[in-house]
């Protein structure tokens, strides 16, 4: 069962438009969230994180909101360029959890110029 | 920083062959990490490592895997023998603090090809 879930595999979004991409969790436990972007053949780059004790975390043109009643956060992209497109891998992690963190299967973001 | 050194980048064995991928984390971070990616089942964890020790392996697929951190700066996952659903692009991951919300920093991954 998976506890990280990205409803999405893919999303096509023209550029200079916001991106949103989404996740939902399923483990009341976790506390600590956090967006990676993954280019073909390298590993997975951290972009952004958000605490439980937040709902809104943002840096440059990504912002990250979580809603913790809905177990749902989100990646907004505002606006949306050529190079942002990648795979998005949202990650979970909680007390229960040590370092490990649960990812996510992926949405794959095409920027169309 | 050189960040997380995998090696080789690519793989390509035949079924039954052993095969030995390679981790060096970045200086300095406590914990390992292997992750296995895949079409179908994502990015999942394969096991994890606090100071060398091994902490939680229950993601490994079966005795056929197993993986190795002698020291801080090098770290070996195994599988012997091989198959053909083994193939799949290998992640080594590092981090700081252990207990700590930090992120992890990836390696560029090993592809595995096993025919």
């Known amino acids: 069962d998976q506890q990280v879930k990205q409803n999405s595999p893919s999303l096509s979004v023209q550029e200079g438009r916001i991106s949103i991409l989404n996740c939902d969790y399923t483990?009341?436990?976790?506390?600590?969230f956090l967006w990676y972007k993954k280019y073909p053949a390298e590993g997975p780059t951290f972009l952004i994180s958000?605490?439980?004790?937040?709902d809104k975390n943002e840096d440059g043109r990504f912002t990250v909101f979580l809603n913790k009643s809905a177990k749902h956060l989100s990646l907004h992209i505002v606006p949306s360029q050529p190079g942002d497109s990648a795979v998005y891998f949202c990650a979970a992690s909680g007390k229960n959890y040590g370092q490990n963190f649960v990812f996510g299967p992926g949405t794959r973001l095409s920027v169309l110029p | 920083d050189a960040g997380v050194i995998q090696s080789p980048r690519h793989e390509v064995t035949e079924m039954g062959q052993e095969v030995t991928l390679r981790c060096k984390p970045i200086?300095?971070?406590?914990?390992l990490f292997w992750y296995r990616q895949t079409m179908m089942r994502g990015l999942e964890l394969l096991i994890y490592?606090?100071?060398?020790?091994?902490?939680?392996d229950s993601g490994m697929p079966e005795d056929r895997f197993s993986a190795k951190m002698p020291n801080a700066s090098f770290s070996t996952l195994k599988i012997q023998p091989s198959e053909p659903r083994d193939s799949a692009v290998y992640f080594c991951?590092?981090?700081?603090?252990?207990?700590?919300?930090?992120?992890?920093?990836f390696g560029p991954g090993t592809r595995l090809t096993v025919t």
């Open positions: 991951a590092s981090r700081t603090t252990p207990g700590l919300a930090s992120e992890q920093y």
């Open positions: 483990n009341s436990m976790f506390d600590y």
């Open positions: 490592f606090n100071n060398n020790v091994p902490i939680d």
């Open positions: 200086s300095g971070h406590n914990s």
């Open positions: 958000i605490s439980s004790i937040k």
